[in-house]
């Protein structure tokens, strides 16, 4: 039995927003230069983030501001989204973030959305 993706993607949708997921490859190493090229991509998606809260902070704690961001498993024009990867970025309403881990939540083999944590 399949696992209904609607209810999901409908959470995400409508209380989410469109969202531009950078992906970045690393190209061949140019010795002339000392630098690889980098190749962009965008994919346009709906995409819900969330701030992560630390629960237990000491006076010497450290916090590193950090994102959940939730992908539909789709883009916008309804054509499947590549997997984000992690170096990927996410821009959502001008601030771009990096991705730091990505967990696919599958039914089966089927996709049914990305989990993503993202840092910045």
Known sequence: MAFNTAPINYFIKHHGSVVTVRSRTTGSYNS??????????????YGYSSTTVPSELT????????KTVLL????????????????????????TVNVVHVHVVKSNTTVIYYALKTDG
Request: hydrophobic share 35%.
């Open 59 to 66: 006076a010497n704690s450290v916090v590193k501001n950090s």
């Open 72 to 95: 539909t498993n789709y883009q916008t024009n309804g054509v499947a989204l590549p997997a984000p990867k992690v170096n990927d970025q996410i821009i959502i309403g001008g601030n």
């Open 32 to 45: 002339a230069t000392g630098v690889a090229s980098t190749t962009y991509t965008d994919y346009s998606a």
